[in-house]
């Protein structure tokens, strides 16, 4: 692994479901981050996690939750999925809080 | 509120100079990021200004002025490889980046 994975690279969703959305990095890198992107808009933060062990909210956290058990992974969870949450879902990872983040190459969601 | 502004898109010509301008308001100011995506792809980090000035890097440079809330991105020699969403993002006083919607600049031969 070089870098950061998610997993899967693109998934179709029936609404109502759980879903997981996979991310790990090999960088030892304290900070991680859950974003999205849809078309017109800026990126924007879901959950973040500033070491491992601990959480926080980002700008839209309602439907998603995360956890951090250990400094490589930080899966995101989609409790029922509904269709606003088509969107393109990446994971990111920074050394410290101020530091360049690095991306992982996204995952494409689609609920239907 | 927060806000990042910059334009949609931009046409440049190859070989030409281009220049990105991004204007931010944000709750406290801990530096201005570029990040240059390509179309189905992660973004990926270009520059990083926290003082007022211009930084070099290579064909692209990033200005900042602080008190004016302004930054823009210029790219030299431009190569059809160029072609590319540029997204500005500022970093507020909790650490976290506010991101533009990035600008897509189209490169004609």
């Known amino acids: 692994i070089a870098g950061i994975t998610q997993a899967p690279t693109s998934q179709i969703l029936a609404a109502g479901r759980r879903m997981t959305l996979r991310c790990t990095q090999d960088?030892?890198?304290?900070?991680m981050y859950w974003y999205r992107q849809d078309l017109g808009l800026g990126l924007r933060l879901i959950h973040y996690?500033?070491?491992?062990?601990?959480?926080g909210k980002g700008e839209v956290p309602d439907g998603y939750s995360v956890s951090r058990a250990n400094t490589d992974d930080f899966p995101l969870t989609l409790a029922s999925a509904v269709p606003s949450q088509t969107s393109v879902y990446f994971c990111?990872?920074?050394?410290?809080?101020?530091?360049?983040?690095?991306f992982g190459p996204g995952t494409r969601l689609t609920v239907l | 509120g927060q806000n990042i502004d910059q334009p949609t898109e931009m046409t440049a010509t190859e070989g030409a100079i281009v220049q990105i301008n991004c204007t931010y308001q944000?709750?406290?100011?801990?530096?201005l990021f570029w990040y240059q995506q390509h179309a189905g792809e992660a973004p990926t980090f270009l520059s990083y200004?926290?003082l007022d000035g211009l930084e070099e890097k290579g064909r692209f440079s990033s200005f900042l002025s602080r008190s004016k809330g302004y930054s823009y991105l210029l790219l030299k020699e431009l190569q059809m490889k160029d072609s590319a969403s540029y997204l500005c993002?500022?970093?507020?006083?909790?650490?976290?980046?506010?991101w533009g919607a990035g600008t897509k600049l189209i490169i004609k031969p």
């Open positions: 200004n926290v």
């Open positions: 960088m030892r890198h304290n900070a």
């Open positions: 990111a990872s920074s050394d410290s809080l101020e530091a360049e983040q690095f």
């Open positions: 993002a500022a970093m507020d006083s909790n650490y976290q980046l506010i």
């Open positions: 996690s500033n070491t491992a062990g601990t959480t």
């Open positions: 944000t709750s406290g100011f801990n530096g």
